[in-house]
């Protein structure tokens, strides 16, 4: 039987990775394990769609969400705000 030649780690060199400044890290950036359990049909659905899109289930789902929760922006909700106050104009008007 032939004995299993390990590596010496030892002789080896770590790479280095390029330096990242804190101001460079933005929250939405910083992807976080999480376990979760969801619906099975939603499960199907985000498989079906990633399927057909050629995009990983796990980032449309991380897409989906950030549609629903994407809202504590400040500059989306003033910009939501303000459409709707133009809209308001224009039915204020006719």
């Known amino acids: ?3 299993e030649r ?3 780690f030892s002789r ?3 790479v280095k990775g390029p330096k990242i400044s804190p101001d460079d890290i933005h929250p ?5 394990r999480i376990t979760t359990y969801i619906s099975e049909d939603i499960y199907r ?3 079906r769609l990633a399927d057909g899109t050629g995009t990983p289930y796990q980032i449309l789902l991380n897409q989906k969400l950030r549609q629903v ?3 504590e922006d ?4 003033e910009a939501r705000l303000k459409k709707l106050e133009d809209e308001i104009k ?4 006719a």
């Open 6 to 8: 390990l590596p010496d």
């Open 90 to 93: 224009k039915m204020k008007a």
């Open 1 to 3: 039987m032939k004995k």
């Open 12 to 14: 080896m060199k770590r």
């Open 28 to 32: 939405a950036n910083v992807k976080v």
């Open 69 to 71: 929760f994407d809202v």
């Open 74 to 77: 400040p500059e989306k909700i």
């Open 45 to 47: 659905w985000l498989k």
